[in-house]
């Protein structure tokens, strides 16, 4: 008899099956999770790492270098070592700079989401608010590297975050518009860049305690004049010239006796390139026409500039030709009427003759063809040079804030990188001292400060090795021995001096020193010749040589005395009086042009000391200016010049994040019902307190004499959450 499957046959089958579906489910749940978790393993290897703290290897260069490559070829162009972000510039538009994007990062933590510009300026924001302090973002790199675009993004991002009303719209509008005036008037295209910056940028925002935007301050640095009058093959004058001469309207033009045609001006075809296709210089006029009249430049003034302006390119026609007597004179005065405003029988006296003072009478004493080629030029790039502070302070009288209620600053940071060219001269010169300046004011502020707060905190710290650039600051100028000081000595010595000399006079007083080189030991010293002209400097960022020549008239900046009376005779009156300020003072005491740039960078120093530093270091790719294209060796040389790697040592021995112990306090009490709303204890017993009652592990954190130290961001973003909660 054949019997039916019993009950428990029949659950046992059932189980069986319930069993097999698990399993099948649990299974197919494995195969998924293994499938992610390979593929952000895959993204992981393939987008590489988005904090370079986070790196296994983070002591070697090449590992640093495979993951920005990584992220470059994703189009992720950006990196944090910690707090500071390294750019590199994807020669190509990104759609990651809209309003959109901007919300995004408003307002969210560091690490939440890939790094990004608007993530830095958004904490540099929130810091400046709730400590109600000062700070200032250093962006630096080479020529072409992305500086310029940075701190425009960074601008962008306030002037869409900040808080707005009428009032403060205007401001913001104001600081915005800014830019294209100052990039017309400072920027042209050089072989590194067809929109590169020839001066250096500091410019103040200020914001009243609300973040609201109320006010500015612009620094410039070392326009390069030099432009206005030589431009080597493949590089412009200041794009201001060209868009004039191609945007300008027909009745201005011919107001100012100028044809639409660049061509006719000598001062604009040096480099034979006028017309550039990444540049159009007719819309870039309409757009500077637009913002010169929101910085509140009146009819007068704008047509004075341009009256300037155009004086320059006829001042650059001006020709001469030997006399009888072999002296200068002037074979074409057709357009002299234009120049300046000045009396035509003035300017061609002035520009062919000397005027020397004997105690009695002036005496007039004629130029050579060559020498009145020299007096031409030097005025015309004393007019530019003049012109373009006057322009910095106009914007600057837009931009100030005239209440009186305390105000806090970002600061941005938009200066010259290390310049090594086939020949270098004064200007790298220049250019180099103010990048090691900055290297030095970087290693104080992150890496020596940083050390040394360690060590007063009474907290345990592993020295970090780094190469202090002091030695090389010092080799540049230190009085009486530094090569600026030995450099003005010569130039105290017109007639006797040449830049041999001045060569001499350093092969004799410095010969010594570990950093500077000329031919005669530069065999020992970089088992590299040097010509007998040259110098060279072991830079912090590698070698420099130097080529002597044209370095004392450069220092100088000669504009003889009748020169100078011209400027004052201007009949453009906007800029007279600014002119006749700056001439009295140019003629009473000159520093020499380096000394001046000195000082300059004495007082930039002296303000950002004061200012919490942030940084954007940017890398230029290639030297093609080609989306797509990463080029290691010059990439590694930039990570070396930009002190990346030592930043990062710096940074992975340390603690992310530290704060005195009474603000910490402060923000962070309404989250333990100890300390709020009043801590009757000592500061740093409520933050032991408190972050008792926070639960952080005892490896998380260090308590220092003033302050407490957080290893990891992650930690404090935590706390920061529940603060938000
Ligand atoms: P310089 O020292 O010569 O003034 P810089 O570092 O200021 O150089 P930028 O003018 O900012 O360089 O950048 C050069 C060019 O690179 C820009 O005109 C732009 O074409 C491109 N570029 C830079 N940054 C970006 C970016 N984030 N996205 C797209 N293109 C960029
Ligand atoms: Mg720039």
């Given at each position: 008899?054949?019997t039916?499957?019993t009950?428990t046959?029949?659950?046992?089958?059932?189980?069986k099956?319930?069993?097999?579906?698990?399993?099948?489910?649990?299974?197919?749940?494995?195969?998924?999770?293994l499938?992610?978790m390979?593929?952000?393993?895959?993204?992981?290897d393939?987008v590489?790492i988005q904090?370079f703290v986070?790196?296994d290897?983070?002591?070697?260069?090449?590992?640093?270098?495979?993951?920005?490559?990584?992220?470059f070829?994703?189009?992720l162009?950006?990196?944090?070592?910690g707090?500071?972000?390294?750019?590199?510039?994807?020669?190509?538009?990104?759609?990651?700079?809209?309003?959109k994007?901007?919300?995004?990062?408003?307002?969210?933590?560091?690490?939440e989401?890939?790094?990004?510009?608007?993530a830095?300026?958004?904490?540099?924001?929130?810091?400046?608010?709730?400590?109600f302090?000062?700070h200032?973002?250093?962006?630096?790199?080479?020529?072409?590297a992305?500086?310029?675009?940075?701190?425009?993004?960074?601008?962008?991002?306030?002037?869409?975050s900040?808080?707005?009303?009428?009032?403060?719209?205007?401001?913001?509008?104001?600081?915005?518009?800014?830019?294209?005036?100052?990039?017309?008037?400072?920027?042209?295209?050089?072989?590194k860049?067809?929109?590169?910056?020839?001066?250096?940028?500091?410019?103040?925002?200020q914001?009243?305690?609300?973040?609201?935007?109320?006010g500015?301050?612009?620094?410039s640095y070392?326009?390069?004049?030099?432009?206005?009058?030589?431009?080597?093959?493949g590089?412009r004058?200041?794009?201001?010239?060209?868009q004039?001469?191609?945007g300008?309207e027909?009745?201005l033009?011919?107001?100012?006796?100028?044809?639409?045609?660049?061509?006719?001006?000598?001062?604009?075809?040096?480099?034979?390139?006028?017309?550039v296709?990444?540049?159009n210089?007719?819309?870039d006029?309409?757009t500077?026409?637009?913002?010169?009249s929101?910085i509140?430049?009146g009819?007068?003034?704008i047509?004075?500039?341009f009256?300037?302006?155009a004086?320059?390119?006829?001042?650059g026609n001006?020709?001469?030709e030997?006399?009888?007597r072999g002296?200068?004179?002037?074979?074409?005065?057709?357009?002299?009427?234009?120049?300046?405003?000045?009396?035509?029988?003035v300017?061609?006296q002035g520009?062919?003759?000397?005027?020397?003072?004997?105690k009695t009478?002036?005496?007039?004493?004629?130029?050579?063809v060559?020498?009145?080629v020299?007096?031409?030029?030097?005025?015309?790039k004393?007019?530019?040079?003049?012109?373009?502070?006057?322009?910095v302070?106009k914007?600057?009288?837009?931009?100030?804030?005239?209440?009186?209620?305390?105000?806090?600053?970002?600061?941005?940071?938009?200066?010259?990188?290390?310049?090594?060219?086939?020949?270098?001269?004064?200007?790298?010169?220049?250019?180099n001292?103010?990048?090691?300046?900055l290297?030095?004011?970087?290693?104080q502020?992150?890496?020596?400060?940083?050390q040394?707060?360690?060590?007063?905190?009474?907290?345990?710290w592993?020295?970090?090795?780094?190469?202090?650039n002091k030695?090389?600051?010092?080799?540049?100028?230190e009085?009486?021995?530094?090569i600026?000081?030995?450099?003005?000595?010569?130039?105290?010595?017109p007639?006797e001096a040449?830049?041999?000399?001045?060569l001499?006079k350093?092969?004799?007083?410095i010969?010594?020193?570990?950093?500077?080189?000329?031919?005669?030991?530069a065999d020992?010293?970089?088992?590299?010749?040097?010509?007998?002209?040259?110098?060279?400097?072991?830079?912090?960022?590698?070698?420099?040589t130097y080529?002597?020549?044209?370095?004392l008239?450069?220092?100088?900046?000669?504009?003889?005395?009748?020169?100078?009376?011209?400027l004052i005779?201007?009949?453009?009156?906007?800029?007279?009086?600014?002119?006749?300020?700056?001439?009295?003072?140019?003629?009473?005491?000159t520093?020499?042009?380096v000394?001046q740039?000195?000082?300059s960078l004495?007082?930039?120093?002296?303000?950002l000391?004061?200012?919490?530093?942030?940084?954007?270091?940017?890398?230029k790719?290639?030297?093609?200016?080609?989306?797509?294209?990463?080029d290691?060796?010059?990439?590694r040389?930039q990570?070396?010049?930009?002190?990346?790697m030592?930043h990062?040592r710096?940074?992975?021995?340390?603690?992310?994040?530290?704060?005195?112990?009474?603000i910490?306090l402060?923000?962070?009490?309404?989250?333990?019902?100890?300390?709020?709303?009043?801590?009757?204890g000592?500061?740093?017993?409520?933050?032991?307190?408190?972050?008792?009652?926070l639960?952080?592990?005892?490896?998380?954190?260090?308590?220092?004499?003033t302050?407490?130290?957080?290893r990891h961001?992650?930690?404090?973003?935590?706390?920061?959450?529940?603060f938000?909660?």
């Amino acid at each position: 008899m054949r019997t039916g499957p019993t009950i428990t046959s029949y659950l046992c089958d059932l189980l069986k099956r319930a069993i097999h579906c698990i399993i099948k489910v649990i299974k197919e749940r494995c195969n998924q999770i293994l499938r992610n978790m390979e593929a952000s393993l895959t993204a992981r290897d393939r987008v590489g790492i988005q904090d370079f703290v986070l790196l296994d290897t983070y002591t070697s260069e090449s590992a640093f270098l495979d993951n920005l490559r990584k992220r470059f070829h994703e189009n992720l162009i950006y990196t944090y070592i910690g707090t500071l972000l390294v750019s590199v510039n994807p020669y190509k538009e990104l759609d990651i700079y809209s309003k959109k994007q901007m919300d995004t990062y408003m307002g969210v933590n560091f690490f939440e989401l890939p790094p990004h510009i608007y993530a830095l300026a958004d904490n540099v924001f929130r810091s400046m608010q709730s400590e109600f302090n000062n700070h200032f973002i250093l962006i630096s790199g080479e020529s072409g590297a992305g500086k310029t675009e940075a701190s425009k993004k960074i601008l962008q991002f306030y002037a869409v975050s900040c808080p707005s009303t009428k009032l403060l719209n205007n401001v913001r509008d104001r600081l915005l518009l800014s830019n294209p005036v100052l990039e017309a008037f400072g920027n042209a295209k050089t072989l590194k860049n067809d929109n590169s910056s020839r001066f250096g940028k500091y410019m103040d925002i200020q914001f009243d305690h609300q973040g609201g935007a109320v006010g500015g301050h612009i620094l410039s640095y070392l326009l390069e004049k030099s432009r206005v009058v030589h431009q080597n093959h493949g590089e412009r004058n200041f794009h201001i010239f060209y868009q004039l001469v191609e945007g300008g309207e027909e009745d201005l033009l011919r107001w100012l006796g100028l044809e639409r045609n660049c061509q006719r001006y000598r001062y604009l075809v040096q480099g034979d390139c006028a017309k550039v296709r990444s540049i159009n210089d007719k819309s870039d006029w309409n757009t500077v026409q637009k913002a010169l009249s929101v910085i509140e430049f009146g009819e007068s003034d704008i047509e004075h500039l341009f009256g300037i302006i155009a004086s320059v390119l006829h001042l650059g026609n001006i020709k001469f030709e030997a006399d009888v007597r072999g002296y200068a004179s002037l074979n074409n005065n057709q357009e002299m009427h234009w120049l300046l405003g000045i009396p035509t029988q003035v300017l061609q006296q002035g520009l062919t003759h000397r005027k020397i003072e004997a105690k009695t009478e002036e005496v007039f004493s004629p130029f050579s063809v060559d020498h009145a080629v020299y007096a031409r030029d030097a005025l015309a790039k004393a007019i530019y040079g003049r012109t373009f502070n006057w322009l910095v302070n106009k914007i600057n009288e837009s931009l100030v804030n005239k209440d009186s209620s305390r105000k806090t600053v970002i600061g941005l940071l938009d200066i010259y990188g290390f310049e090594v060219f086939n020949v270098n001269s004064f200007e790298q010169f220049c250019i180099n001292y103010c990048n090691e300046k900055l290297q030095q004011l970087f290693i104080q502020l992150t890496l020596k400060s940083e050390q040394e707060e360690y060590e007063m905190e009474g907290i345990e710290w592993e020295p970090v090795p780094f190469f202090n650039n002091k030695i090389i600051c010092d080799l540049v100028e230190e009085k009486h021995r530094g090569i600026i000081s030995l450099l003005d000595e010569e130039c105290l010595r017109p007639g006797e001096a040449t830049d041999l000399t001045f060569l001499e006079k350093m092969e004799e007083k410095i010969s010594g020193h570990p950093h500077f080189v000329t031919h005669k030991l530069a065999d020992q010293k970089t088992r590299k010749t040097l010509e007998r002209g040259d110098f060279r400097l072991l830079h912090y960022a590698g070698e420099v040589t130097y080529c002597v020549v044209g370095f004392l008239d450069k220092n100088n900046d000669l504009l003889y005395r009748n020169g100078k009376e011209k400027l004052i005779r201007t009949s453009f009156n906007n800029l007279h009086n600014y002119y006749k300020q700056t001439t009295d003072t140019y003629i009473s005491v000159t520093p020499q042009v380096v000394t001046q740039f000195k000082s300059s960078l004495v007082s930039l120093t002296e303000i950002l000391m004061s200012k919490e530093p942030w940084y954007v270091r940017c890398i230029k790719p290639n030297e093609a200016k080609q989306p797509g294209r990463f080029d290691d060796v010059l990439v590694r040389h930039q990570m070396k010049y930009l002190g990346l790697m030592e930043h990062l040592r710096v940074r992975r021995a340390g603690f992310a994040y530290r704060r005195k112990y009474e603000i910490f306090l402060q923000r962070y009490k309404p989250l333990c019902p100890e300390t709020w709303p009043n801590w009757k204890g000592t500061a740093a017993e409520g933050v032991q307190c408190l972050i008792k009652h926070l639960g952080y592990k005892p490896n998380e954190y260090k308590m220092g004499r003033t302050k407490i130290f957080i290893r990891h961001p992650s930690t404090l973003f935590a706390t920061e959450d529940a603060f938000q909660v």
